[in-house]
């Protein structure tokens, strides 16, 4: 028996103006190849799930996808000015090409999103293109969530030691007193006896029942002098449900200054907490901190010439019992040796996504953490690769 299916052009008036829509009300296909490109709204009432070509998203009007199912496209290109919004999920099982535009939807509607599949990744996330509202993943162990509000990029990251059956994640630059987006409250006066101040500027809400470390950016924005002096102060915080207070998340490592930098949290399981932000948590220091306050940031020229070739950091020769992890921008892990004597030139030694690893990591600002073992401090620090 044949398949009857329909695709249907619809023209309706609103508010004086003519608007279009492709309407899918039966079985709908984008086969090897193939490219369907979108100019106009989406209605997808029926089966839009087997594709394997690319749909592309395009022109300067806003475009909408709505309907009573949820199509799944293989790869998705975005070059649209105004943006995607969506009313119902869209699922991406390959490559989300993000170039121009944001992809909206509702903050206060985690049951409407960006869904990336268990092989999907995303490339072109910037400022002007990536989600305002949720995004999620599915069976995963590692993934960045490329998020933010309608004017910055504000990922979050997440590194469980086995697969994460599904998580959602969100971005919300509001006052967690009194977000405008949600309904929820969580009062920044409410935290645990040992915690300092927490952040009025931002929180995230992160989703999902496997145990995972969450890692977390700021910029000059999120200004985080208002709540700490050092950006060893720093911790991550979570607001407990069941508490109903802000606790600290732990930290396994901070790094960068107080204008801009990224955190890792302690195992946590997300559900725990109805929103994520930074808190303030002084450190102790000792007498060596107190004339060693940094190790300094560094530069280095790995060409062969002899003149900081490696990263040389002088002050782990009083603690030969040391771990140096360099990390780059998104917090994502690059270098990581124990007992380091000057050995990173500019190569990644971890299991990453590093593309091209023979030929060296990219140019660019990255972070370092120098963890002196012997005398139980930890340092971080920036270094500039230039090739």
Same mark, same amino acid.
């Given at each position: 028996?044949?398949?009857?299916?329909?695709?249907?052009?619809?023209?309706?008036?609103?508010?004086?103006?003519?608007?279009?829509?492709?309407?899918?009300? @039966?079985?709908?296909?984008?086969?090897?190849?193939?490219?369907?490109?979108?100019?106009?709204? *989406?209605?997808?009432?029926?089966?839009?799930?087997?594709?394997?070509?690319?749909?592309?998203?395009? @022109?300067?009007?806003?475009?909408?996808?709505?309907?009573?199912?949820? #199509? !799944?496209?293989?790869?998705?290109?975005?070059?649209?000015?105004?943006?995607?919004?969506?009313?119902?999920?869209?699922?991406?099982?390959?490559?989300?090409?993000?170039?121009? @535009?944001?992809? &909206?939807?509702?903050?206060?509607?985690?049951?409407?999103?960006?869904?990336? /599949?268990?092989?999907?990744?995303?490339?072109?996330?910037?400022?002007?293109?990536?989600?305002?509202?949720?995004?999620?993943?599915?069976?995963? !162990?590692?993934?960045?969530?490329?998020?933010?509000?309608?004017?910055?990029?504000?990922?979050?990251?997440?590194?469980?030691?086995?697969?994460?059956?599904?998580?959602?994640?969100?971005? &919300?630059?509001? +006052?967690?007193?009194?977000?405008?987006?949600?309904?929820?409250?969580? +009062?920044?006066?409410?935290?645990?006896?040992? /915690?300092?101040?927490?952040?009025?500027?931002? &929180?995230?809400? %992160?989703?999902?029942?496997? #145990?995972?470390?969450?890692?977390?950016?700021?910029?000059?924005?999120?200004?985080?002098?208002?709540?700490?002096?050092?950006?060893?102060?720093?911790? %991550?915080?979570?607001?407990?449900?069941?508490? !109903?207070?802000?606790?600290?998340?732990?930290?396994?490592?901070?790094?960068?200054? %107080?204008?801009?930098?990224?955190?890792?949290?302690?195992?946590?399981?997300?559900?725990?907490?109805?929103?994520?932000?930074?808190?303030?948590?002084?450190? #102790?220091?000792?007498?060596?901190?107190? +004339?060693?306050?940094?190790?300094?940031?560094?530069?280095?020229? #790995?060409?062969?010439?002899?003149?900081?070739?490696?990263?040389?950091?002088?002050?782990?020769?009083?603690?030969?019992?040391?771990?140096?992890?360099?990390?780059?921008?998104?917090?994502?892990?690059?270098?990581?040796?124990?007992?380091?004597?000057?050995?990173?030139?500019?190569?990644?030694?971890?299991?990453?996504?590093?593309?091209?690893?023979?030929?060296? /990591?990219?140019?660019?600002?990255?972070?370092?953490?120098?963890?002196?073992?012997? *005398?139980? *401090?930890?340092? !971080?620090?920036?270094?500039? /690769? +230039?090739?």
């Amino acid at each position: 028996m044949n398949r009857v299916f329909v695709i249907v052009m619809l023209s309706f008036a609103a508010l004086g103006q003519a608007q279009t829509a492709l309407y899918n009300s @039966g079985n709908l296909r984008i086969h090897e190849g193939g490219l369907l490109g979108f100019h106009t709204d *989406l209605i997808n009432d029926g089966v839009f799930d087997q594709n394997v070509g690319l749909a592309g998203f395009y @022109g300067e009007n806003i475009i909408s996808v709505s309907g009573a199912f949820s #199509p !799944q496209f293989f790869d998705v290109e975005l070059l649209q000015e105004n943006g995607l919004a969506l009313s119902t999920s869209i699922s991406v099982a390959n490559n989300m090409n993000f170039i121009v @535009g944001n992809i &909206f939807n509702a903050l206060d509607d985690p049951g409407t999103r960006l869904n990336f /599949l268990e092989n999907a990744f995303y490339i072109g996330q910037s400022d002007v293109a990536k989600v305002v509202g949720f995004a999620s993943v599915v069976n995963r !162990q590692n993934f960045i969530f490329p998020i933010g509000d309608t004017s910055t990029l504000r990922t979050l990251g997440i590194n469980a030691s086995s697969n994460v059956s599904a998580a959602n994640c969100a971005y &919300f630059f509001e +006052n967690p007193n009194a977000p405008t987006s949600l309904s929820e409250r969580f +009062n920044t006066a409410s935290r645990e006896r040992d /915690l300092g101040e927490v952040s009025e500027r931002e &929180f995230w809400v %992160l989703t999902g029942n496997t #145990p995972t470390t969450v890692t977390a950016t700021w910029n000059a924005r999120s200004t985080l002098v208002d709540i700490a002096l050092e950006v060893e102060d720093i911790t %991550l915080v979570g607001f407990n449900i069941a508490l !109903q207070r802000w606790v600290s998340l732990g930290t396994q490592a901070v790094v960068g200054d %107080l204008s801009e930098g990224f955190i890792t949290s302690e195992v946590i399981v997300p559900d725990t907490y109805a929103a994520i932000t930074f808190g303030a948590n002084p450190l #102790p220091l000792d007498s060596f901190a107190v +004339n060693n306050p940094t190790l300094g940031n560094y530069f280095l020229t #790995p060409d062969g010439d002899g003149i900081n070739d490696f990263l040389v950091i002088d002050e782990l020769d009083e603690s030969p019992n040391n771990t140096v992890v360099v990390f780059n921008r998104s917090g994502q892990k690059v270098f990581e040796r124990e007992n380091y004597v000057n050995e990173f030139n500019g190569f990644s030694n971890t299991n990453n996504f590093v593309v091209n690893r023979e030929a060296g /990591l990219p140019e660019g600002v990255y972070f370092y953490i120098a963890t002196l073992k012997d *005398l139980q *401090l930890e340092y !971080q620090g920036f270094l500039y /690769l +230039n090739r």
